[in-house]
């Protein structure tokens, strides 16, 4: 009797730890998936910034572009991590 009863309970916890596993193991997956989606993202970002930047020598739109994205601290930084703005 303490056998089964034994057995059942370890049935469980090895089906509910067999749960958790495949569940980490989608979470890893989905966040490998999302990193390469955002470093995609991030790099058709800086290109635009990088052609921007070559562009705004002869068109003063540009430069106003590219001068109004300086307000926001983030894209300033991106820029200057992507070597288009001088520090």
Known sequence: MADAIVSTVFEQL???????IQQEVKLVCGASKEVKRLTNTFQAIQDVLVDADQRQLKETSVRGW????NMYPTMSKMRWMSGTLQS
């Open 66 to 69: 590219l001068d109004r994205l």
């Open 14 to 20: 090895t089906s509910s730890i067999g749960q958790q």
